[in-house]
C-alpha cells in the first residue's frame, strides 16, 4: 500500500473517532447531564425550583421532537421560596382542571400520583405559541406538579 493511501486511512479513521466522541458526549449532555426539569425551563424559559426531586414521571411516550404529553411530580427538598408563586393564581380555574385530568387520562396516570384539586393549591399556566405547561403546587400534599403539552 501506498503513502498516500495510508495518509488518506488514517485521516479517515481519526476523522470517524472524532465523530463517534462528538457523538458521544452530545447523548452523555442531552440525556444525562439535562433532565427534564432542564427541557421544561428551556422549552417555556421559565425558571422551576431548585431541589425538586422527581417522585413520579409519565408521557405519552418517545417522539422526534419531544411533542406529546410530559407529567412529573415532585417533592420540594426545601421549601419554595414564596417569590416564586408571585404570578401564580389560588385555586385551581375548572377549565384548567379539566384540561389537565384529560391530558393525565391519555397517559393513564394513577390516582395516587394525581393532583387533589380539593386541597389549596396555587397553579400558572404558561403558552408559547401553541404549547401548554401547567405548574401546579398542592400546598397540603407538599407536591410541587409539572404538566406539559407540546404538538
Not at 404529553?69 to 404570578?87: G, L, N, R, T, W
Not at 380555574?93 to 384540561?99: G, V
Not at 386541597?119 to 410541587?144: G, S
Amino acid at each position: 500500500m501506498s503513502k498516500s493511501r495510508k495518509a488518506v486511512k488514517y485521516i479517515f479513521l481519526a476523522f470517524l473517532a472524532v465523530l463517534v466522541i462528538i457523538l458521544a458526549v452530545n447523548f452523555i449532555i442531552d440525556f444525562v447531564v439535562h433532565d427534564r426539569k432542564w427541557a421544561c425551563e428551556q422549552n417555556f424559559e421559565t425558571t422551576l425550583p431548585e431541589k425538586l426531586h422527581e417522585d413520579y414521571y409519565a408521557s405519552t411516550g418517545p417522539s422526534f421532537h419531544g411533542d406529546g404529553i410530559h407529567y412529573s411530580v415532585y417533592s420540594p427538598k426545601k421549601e419554595i421560596p414564596s417569590d416564586f408563586f408571585a404570578d401564580f393564581s389560588d385555586g385551581c380555574n375548572p377549565e384548567y382542571k379539566e384540561e389537565i385530568l384529560s391530558w393525565l387520562d391519555e397517559i393513564n396516570a394513577p390516582s395516587e400520583n394525581r393532583p387533589d384539586f380539593e386541597n389549596p393549591c396555587r397553579v400558572k399556566l404558561i403558552q408559547k405559541y401553541e404549547n401548554k405547561l401547567y405548574l401546579l403546587y398542592d400546598q397540603t400534599a407538599n407536591k410541587f406538579y409539572v404538566i406539559q403539552w407540546t404538538q
